[in-house]
């Protein structure tokens, strides 16, 4: 079936560190994907999405491009702030259950 | 100034009563959404309804019960069914159901059971 794999956390890095957080997904078919982010005690934001292979999403500072190929979607950011410390959420959605699929989170840390 | 609310923000209920957590939206999305999260996991779909009047279970529908009379709204039924409420919920709503449709959330309920 689909699904999505997240890398495990916590992820701790320093100020101005440069970040990946990987994804990958299994999906029969032409899924978009998204990366969400949920700082604590909040409900999840769109973060960036790419509909289509080789699209880059891209928002306050991180990029996602959508690799076909290799099935992923990895996030990533030049130089991260303290105030990106949260948990991010990848996800698929296909357009044959128009239900998102989730990955199960991997929470950064950012230490000044 | 659209988006989705949630009320309440916590809530505590007794073993063996139903709660109703509230969900409404002002972006005249027609399909709306309820998840479940536990500490450390990632979210899992309870219910969702694609228009008014309509509704689906989704993948953990034992023990919840949801009700679409009004577009803007999607409350949800905790019952007594359900064996291990306590949990944060998140309710969303998207324009449609294409895979292009963006999901927004509300901020969250948190439900303990005392």
Redesign the interface.
Known sequence: GNSVTQMEGPVTLSEEAFLTINCTYTATGYPSLFWYVQYPGEGLQLLLKATKADDKGSNKGFEATYRKETTSFHLEKGSVQVSDSAVYFCALLMDSNYQLIWGAGTKLIIKP | DGG?T?SPKYLFRKEGQNVTLSCEQNLNHD?MYWYRQDP??????IY?S?IVNDFQK?DIAEGYSVSREKKESFPLTVTSAQKNPTAFY?C?SSMG????D???????TRLTVL
């Open positions: 989705i949630q399909a450390g996991q990632g979210l899992r779909l969702y694609q989704g998140l969303a159901q294409r895979t292009t963006t999901q927004y959330f509300g901020p969250g």
